[in-house]
Protein backbone atom coordinates (compact mmCIF):
# COMPACT_ATOMS: atom_id res chain seq x y z
CA UNK A 1 0.00 0.00 0.00
CA UNK A 2 1.35 3.57 -0.91
CA UNK A 3 0.44 6.54 1.28
CA UNK A 4 0.68 9.71 -0.08
CA UNK A 5 2.85 12.88 1.15
CA UNK A 6 4.05 16.13 0.06
CA UNK A 7 7.26 16.89 1.06
CA UNK A 8 9.31 20.13 1.10
CA UNK A 9 11.87 22.70 2.42
CA UNK A 10 11.72 26.38 3.09
CA UNK A 11 15.08 28.14 2.59
CA UNK A 12 15.33 30.39 5.80
CA UNK A 13 19.33 31.06 4.72
CA UNK A 14 21.85 32.91 6.44
CA UNK A 15 25.49 34.20 4.77
CA UNK A 16 27.94 35.18 6.74
CA UNK A 17 30.79 37.04 5.25
CA UNK A 18 34.01 36.17 5.28
CA UNK A 19 35.07 38.11 8.74
CA UNK A 20 31.93 38.30 10.19
CA UNK A 21 28.96 40.71 9.24
CA UNK A 22 25.43 39.95 7.21
CA UNK A 23 25.22 40.30 3.72
CA UNK A 24 23.39 43.39 2.52
CA UNK A 25 19.98 43.08 0.71
CA UNK A 26 20.21 42.20 -3.01
CA UNK A 27 23.33 40.57 -3.44
CA UNK A 28 22.05 37.07 -2.61
CA UNK A 29 18.14 36.27 -3.82
CA UNK A 30 16.49 32.98 -2.66
CA UNK A 31 14.65 32.45 -6.40
CA UNK A 32 13.00 28.82 -4.52
CA UNK A 33 12.87 26.16 -2.35
CA UNK A 34 13.64 22.86 -2.76
CA UNK A 35 10.65 20.93 -3.20
CA UNK A 36 10.11 16.50 -3.76
CA UNK A 37 6.75 17.35 -4.87
CA UNK A 38 3.99 14.76 -4.10
CA UNK A 39 5.32 11.18 -3.05
CA UNK A 40 3.96 8.05 -3.23
CA UNK A 41 6.38 5.84 -0.66
CA UNK A 42 6.85 2.44 -0.74
CA UNK A 43 6.45 0.59 2.56
CA UNK A 44 9.77 -0.24 2.80
CA UNK A 45 10.95 3.63 2.97
CA UNK A 46 13.00 5.02 0.59
CA UNK A 47 16.02 7.42 0.25
CA UNK A 48 14.62 10.20 -2.82
CA UNK A 49 17.28 12.44 -3.52
CA UNK A 50 17.79 15.61 -6.22
CA UNK A 51 20.77 16.30 -8.00
CA UNK A 52 21.44 19.67 -8.60
CA UNK A 53 25.61 19.41 -9.16
CA UNK A 54 24.68 20.56 -13.33
CA UNK A 55 22.45 23.48 -12.01
CA UNK A 56 18.72 23.78 -11.85
CA UNK A 57 18.02 23.25 -15.81
CA UNK A 58 20.17 19.88 -15.56
CA UNK A 59 18.97 18.63 -11.98
CA UNK A 60 17.35 14.95 -11.84
CA UNK A 61 15.68 13.24 -9.25
CA UNK A 62 16.54 9.45 -8.37
CA UNK A 63 14.67 6.84 -6.53
CA UNK A 64 14.85 3.23 -5.66
CA UNK A 65 11.08 2.27 -5.11
CA UNK A 66 8.79 5.41 -4.65
CA UNK A 67 6.55 7.11 -6.96
CA UNK A 68 7.30 11.04 -7.48
CA UNK A 69 4.92 13.58 -9.23
CA UNK A 70 6.46 16.09 -11.62
CA UNK A 71 5.89 19.14 -9.16
CA UNK A 72 9.29 18.83 -7.91
CA UNK A 73 12.53 20.80 -8.18
CA UNK A 74 16.07 21.76 -6.79
CA UNK A 75 16.59 24.87 -4.62
CA UNK A 76 17.96 27.84 -6.28
CA UNK A 77 19.54 31.31 -5.40
CA UNK A 78 21.10 33.90 -7.06
CA UNK A 79 24.69 35.95 -6.32
CA UNK A 80 25.14 39.12 -7.33
CA UNK A 81 28.71 38.87 -7.96
CA UNK A 82 31.13 41.92 -8.93
CA UNK A 83 34.02 41.34 -11.76
CA UNK A 84 36.74 39.23 -9.72
CA UNK A 85 34.41 37.97 -7.11
CA UNK A 86 34.27 34.72 -5.96
CA UNK A 87 31.92 32.72 -3.21
CA UNK A 88 32.49 28.96 -1.73
CA UNK A 89 29.21 27.36 -0.01
CA UNK A 90 29.25 25.67 3.22
CA UNK A 91 25.76 22.81 3.43
CA UNK A 92 25.28 21.34 7.10
CA UNK A 93 25.27 17.92 6.68
CA UNK A 94 21.50 17.12 7.41
CA UNK A 95 18.30 19.22 8.30
CA UNK A 96 15.59 17.68 9.96
CA UNK A 97 11.78 18.47 8.60
CA UNK A 98 8.50 17.63 10.70
CA UNK A 99 4.92 17.37 10.28
CA UNK A 100 2.10 19.01 11.88
CA UNK A 101 2.00 15.87 14.43
CA UNK A 102 5.86 15.96 15.50
CA UNK A 103 7.34 12.96 13.05
CA UNK A 104 10.58 13.36 11.28
CA UNK A 105 12.00 12.94 7.99
CA UNK A 106 15.79 13.85 7.43
CA UNK A 107 17.24 16.28 4.11
CA UNK A 108 20.93 14.95 4.10
CA UNK A 109 23.56 14.80 1.32
CA UNK A 110 23.16 18.06 0.80
CA UNK A 111 27.01 19.09 -0.33
CA UNK A 112 26.80 16.17 -2.31
CA UNK A 113 23.93 17.08 -4.91
CA UNK A 114 24.75 21.00 -4.61
CA UNK A 115 26.39 23.28 -5.95
CA UNK A 116 29.19 24.70 -4.46
CA UNK A 117 30.21 27.78 -6.16
CA UNK A 118 27.46 30.27 -8.35
CA UNK A 119 27.83 29.50 -12.35
CA UNK A 120 28.78 32.35 -15.12
CA UNK A 121 25.47 33.64 -14.31
CA UNK A 122 25.81 33.78 -10.41
CA UNK A 123 23.00 31.04 -9.96
CA UNK A 124 23.52 27.91 -7.63
CA UNK A 125 21.30 25.42 -7.88
CA UNK A 126 20.92 23.31 -4.17
CA UNK A 127 19.87 19.62 -3.88
CA UNK A 128 19.86 16.96 -1.36
CA UNK A 129 18.76 13.27 -0.48
CA UNK A 130 15.37 12.77 1.50
CA UNK A 131 15.76 10.01 3.62
CA UNK A 132 12.36 8.42 4.50
CA UNK A 133 11.76 5.60 6.94
CA UNK A 134 9.06 2.96 7.11
CA UNK A 135 6.92 4.42 9.66
CA UNK A 136 6.27 7.98 8.54
CA UNK A 137 3.39 9.53 8.58
CA UNK A 138 1.60 11.12 5.74
CA UNK A 139 1.42 14.76 5.72
CA UNK A 140 3.34 17.66 4.63
CA UNK A 141 7.05 18.00 6.05
CA UNK A 142 8.75 21.32 6.55
CA UNK A 143 11.66 22.65 8.42
CA UNK A 144 11.51 24.97 11.06
CA UNK A 145 15.07 26.43 10.64
CA UNK A 146 15.28 26.19 7.11
CA UNK A 147 18.42 25.29 5.49
CA UNK A 148 20.90 27.26 6.94
CA UNK A 149 24.17 27.69 4.49
CA UNK A 150 27.53 30.09 5.56
CA UNK A 151 28.87 31.84 2.13
CA UNK A 152 32.36 32.64 2.10
CA UNK A 153 33.89 35.70 -0.36
CA UNK A 154 37.15 34.75 -1.49
Not at 14 to 37: N, Y
Not at 81 to 110: C, F, M, Q, W
Request: charged share 20%; net charge negative.
Amino acid sequence: MYLFRYHYLFFAILFLLQGGGVCLAGEITSKRSISFGTISIHPGGDTISINANYGAAKATINRSRSVVDNKWHCGEIVFELEAGEHVNIDYPDSVSLTNASGKRITLKDIAAYSQSRPDSEGRVAIGGALSVPVDVSEGAYKSNTGLVITVNYD
